[in-house]
């Protein structure tokens, strides 16, 4: 348990951010909307977000993970330390929003909203580095690669919680369909793990009119997709969410010929870290068997991928106070959903208790609830305001004596 305690109880309106800089940082997240950049290559959002940091008053540590950046306040003679974190990143995708600020990059765009992220930082930043009233120390980390790239596996390897200690650390993501601007919680495991994987059968080819001189791998393939379904149907809790997702068969050229060798492309998620061990163990034994039986020889290229998030119960709930006392219960969420999304912000949450937690995008049918990972999608412009305000919030009311 982090040495954080909780915050005064009693209700308090959130801290007002002047109205100029809500444009200001509109206009900042529109210019990094306009100039994205893929994993461990934000080099010019990383330089931005390391000169506002450094005209602020904020001591500032770049290069962590490759681009990532650090930007260290220090206020008084408090021991108190936190860590908040906006992820940098877009994605390899064709934009067509049709908005003024779209990708001027062809085949890149922030389809995730970590440009408004780091938006939302960076305006909290600039009114705790003017008006911020708290008494320890604020770890602001802007990070690269989280689209799969585990960009805060890198920032740790290269010593972020040596050089930065936090008691505790949150961060948060912009979520479509829920109301623009609730704030949304959940103590306990929130995203799911994610693993990928590659099979390749390897059979004997031959003529398609002949297939009792062949060992077809295109069949075991097939029977393979079927049966991996069985773990999630017949092996897992049901109470236990996995998801395995065949997203990719190649096999064959010809429709006269049994081929040599078949591939799937593989993903698997899931809630439990015991559940993800226990599925794997099962997926191996299923398609070695399934394999077997048709007489071809299966190849399994497991790679691990992010941790299952799990916020601390402690840290959400001290969170979630925050948002309860500054925003009132109408603005808050306390029982979101588990998503089978992953981040590698849980990566963080493994090594320090913290919370990530969701703004509101919009809800179904009402501006900003296009899906993330759309080539259509944009971040919501009124949650900077919002996001940046609770920022302020929660870094004063828990580093406060």
């Not at 071809?296 to 691990?304: G, K, L, P, S, T």
């Not at 998503?339 to 969701?358: H, I, K, N």
């Not at 259509?376 to 996001?387: H, V």
Request: hydrophobic residues 40%; aromatic residues 6%; glycine residues 10%.
């Amino acid at each position: 348990m982090s040495s954080l305690s909780a915050p005064p109880t009693q209700s308090t309106p959130h801290p007002a951010l002047d109205s100029a800089l809500i444009e200001e940082f509109i206009e900042v997240r529109h210019d990094i909307h306009r100039h994205p950049e893929m994993a461990f290559d934000e080099h010019r959002t990383a330089a931005l977000v390391a000169e506002r940091l450094r005209d602020w008053g904020y001591a500032v540590t770049t290069g962590l993970g490759g681009t990532g950046v650090v930007g260290q306040l220090v206020r008084g003679q408090g021991t108190k330390r936190i860590g908040l974190r906006a992820d940098m990143d877009a994605l390899p995708i064709v934009e067509n929003s049709g908005l003024p600020w779209s990708s001027c990059h062809h085949g890149v765009m922030h389809a995730c909203g970590h440009d408004g992220h780091t938006a939302m930082l960076l305006a909290a930043a600039k009114h705790l580095a003017e008006h911020g009233q708290f008494d320890g120390t604020l770890n602001l980390i802007f990070q690269p690669a989280e689209e799969g790239a585990g960009g805060a596996l890198k920032m740790m390897e290269d010593g972020l919680f040596e050089r930065f200690p936090c008691d505790a650390i949150f961060a948060m993501h912009n979520m479509p369909g829920y109301p623009q601007g609730q704030l949304v919680f959940r103590a306990g495991p929130t995203m799911a793990s994610s693993d990928y994987v590659t099979v390749t059968l390897h059979g004997r080819g031959g003529h398609g009119g002949m297939p009792h001189r062949a060992d077809d791998p295109l069949v075991a393939a097939s029977s393979i997709v079927m049966a991996l379904q069985t773990i999630v149907s017949r092996n897992t809790d049901p109470m236990q969410p996995v998801v395995i997702t065949v997203g990719a068969f190649n096999a064959g050229h010809a429709n006269n010929v049994i081929p040599d060798t078949a591939k799937l492309e593989i993903g698997i998620r899931a809630l439990d870290p015991q559940v993800r061990l226990d599925t794997e163990r099962r997926f191996k034994a299923l398609v070695q068997a399934q394999a077997e039986s048709f007489n071809v020889r299966a190849e399994i290229d497991w790679r691990r991928g992010y941790a299952v998030l799990v916020n601390s119960p402690h840290e959400t709930q001290l969170a979630l106070d925050v948002a309860r006392r500054h925003f009132g219960d109408e603005r808050v969420n306390p029982h979101g959903a588990m998503l089978t999304g992953s981040e590698d912000f849980a990566f963080m949450l493994e090594r320090v208790p913290g919370c990530y937690l969701f703004i509101g995008n919009g809800a179904d049918g009402e501006p900003g609830a296009c899906m993330v990972h759309n080539p259509a999608y944009d971040f919501n412009d009124r949650n900077i305001a919002i996001g940046a305000a609770y920022w302020v919030a929660l870094a004063q009311d828990l580093l406060t004596p």
